[in-house]
């Protein structure tokens, strides 16, 4: 009996101070996320060396404690470059993700309130834009507008839009039908204050989700887009550029590709990781 009372007493303990489902994978997720944000931040200041100065005295050198990651085939820094390259990313990706979340919050939003054959035409119209693959989208719009980093940003937040819509879509039609959306009808509220106002803030936790999905995949097709020579352009230190221009050295010198890959599975695990455990956590 007495066991029973003592365990019965803990019990309750136990699960008050047990974690909230998610907020491991969550607290790694974003520790991991800091860590790129800290370095990405301050790569002026950490990065030993400039990142596109050449030195051919030091061509396709081997990691040392003067060259942390070695260099390239040019005798540039490639811990430097990886550095500052992570600054590019923390640019592009964000701002592609807000984009995308911007415009298919929008289309969501819209297309689940008036229903009807605006919802029919739209949905029909995004169902083919995503039956061709994100990449093959980007690449065939940036073949038209051209390389460049604004047109990264554009073209990844444009082909975001259409998955990010379905989210919210699905989100705001089980909204829509709920009692506080028919009395704002009741006070007479027009259609655009109770999307942005009862609809937007009632779909939030899948919005954010979803987000945080598009922030990693945002990393990974910035990094893809400039493996092709189609993102970011030479000189500067991008990851994916930098895997593409050192390709050749992968039996010779593989951490010229090491280290750029390495940073892009770093971020792109982070951001994985941080999404799930956002899911469990809002998503109980």
């Not at 655009?192 to 990693?216: D, S, W």
């Amino acid at each position: 009996m007495a066991e029973t009372l003592i365990d019965g007493r803990r019990g309750p303990r136990r699960r008050r101070f047990a974690p909230a489902r998610g907020t491991i994978p969550l607290a790694i997720g974003l520790a991991m996320v800091l860590v790129w944000v800290a370095t990405a931040i301050g790569a002026p200041w950490l990065a030993p060396y400039p990142p596109a100065e050449i030195d051919f005295l030091a061509i396709s050198q081997p990691p040392s404690a003067l060259h942390w990651f070695g260099t390239d085939q040019l005798g540039r820094d490639m811990a430097s470059r990886v550095m500052h390259g992570g600054t590019y990313v923390l640019t592009i990706a964000p701002a592609a993700t807000l984009l995308g979340l911007v415009l298919g919050a929008a289309i969501g939003l819209v297309t689940a309130w008036f229903g009807s054959w605006v919802d029919e035409v739209v949905m029909r119209v995004l169902d083919a834009v995503m039956a061709f693959p994100i990449v093959i989208l980007a690449m065939l719009a940036l073949t038209f507008l051209g390389a460049g980093t604004g047109n990264v940003i554009l073209v990844i937040g444009l082909v975001f839009a259409p998955l990010i819509a379905r989210t919210v879509r699905a989100a705001a039609l089980v909204e829509a039908r709920k009692e506080y959306i028919q009395a704002a009808q009741l006070r007479g509220e027009g259609s655009l204050y109770i999307m942005a106002v009862e609809l937007l803030p009632n779909v939030r936790g899948p919005l954010i989700v979803e987000g945080t999905v598009r922030l990693g995949y945002a990393v990974f097709t910035s990094a893809t887009l400039g493996f092709l020579g189609l993102g970011v352009q030479p000189p500067t230190p991008d990851w994916g550029l930098m895997v593409s221009e050192n390709q050749a050295l992968l039996t010779t010198a593989p951490w010229t590709v090491l280290f750029p890959a390495l940073g892009i599975a770093w971020v792109v695990v982070a951001i994985g990781l941080a999404a799930d455990g956002l899911k469990e956590y809002l998503e109980p």
